[in-house]
C-alpha cells in the first residue's frame, strides 16, 4: 500500500518561513520523482515545485527564487522549504510521487494546510 504522507503545515506570519516534509512508503523512492502542488480555496491545483530521481529541480514562475525542494532518499522524504511566505501562498500543499515513465503523478498524500496571516 502506498502512502505519502505530508507534515510541517501551520500558521505562518507574512514574511515567515516553513518547511514541509513527505514521507514516502509502499514505493521505490529512490526511482520516483516527487513534486509539491498547492490548492488555494476557489483554486485549481498548481505545481509549486518537483525534483527528479536525479536531482534536477523545477519551480513555478509564482515561488521562483522562495522555495527549496529537495530530497533524501535513505529516509525517503522530500522537502519543501519556503521563505517570505506572503498572503498568496495560503493553501493545501500536497506531495505526488510519478513513475519515471508516467507523465503525471501516479500517487498523492493527504496535503496539509499552510495558512499565512498577521
Known amino acids: 500500500q502506498v502512502q505519502l504522507v505530508e507534515s510541517g503545515g501551520g500558521l505562518v506570519q507574512p514574511g515567515g518561513s516553513l518547511r514541509l516534509s513527505c514521507t514516502a512508503s509502499g514505493i521505490d523512492f529512490s526511482i520516483h520523482a516527487m513534486g509539491w502542488y498547492r490548492q488555494a480555496p476557489g483554486k485549481q491545483r498548481e505545481l509549486v515545485a518537483t525534483?527528479?530521481?536525479?536531482?534536477?529541480?523545477t519551480h513555478a514562475d509564482s515561488v521562483k527564487g522562495r522555495v527549496t525542494i529537495s530530497r533524501d532518499n535513505a529516509k525517503n522524504t522530500v522537502y519543501l522549504q519556503i521563505h517570505s511566505l506572503n498572503l498568496e501562498d495560503t493553501a493545501v500543499y500536497y506531495c505526488?510521487?510519478?513513475?519515471?515513465?508516467?507523465?503525471?503523478?501516479?500517487?498523492w498524500g493527504q496535503g496539509t494546510q499552510v495558512t499565512v496571516s498577521s
Open positions: 525534483i527528479t530521481a536525479g536531482g534536477t529541480t
Open positions: 505526488a510521487a510519478r513513475r519515471i515513465t508516467a507523465l503525471t503523478p501516479d500517487y
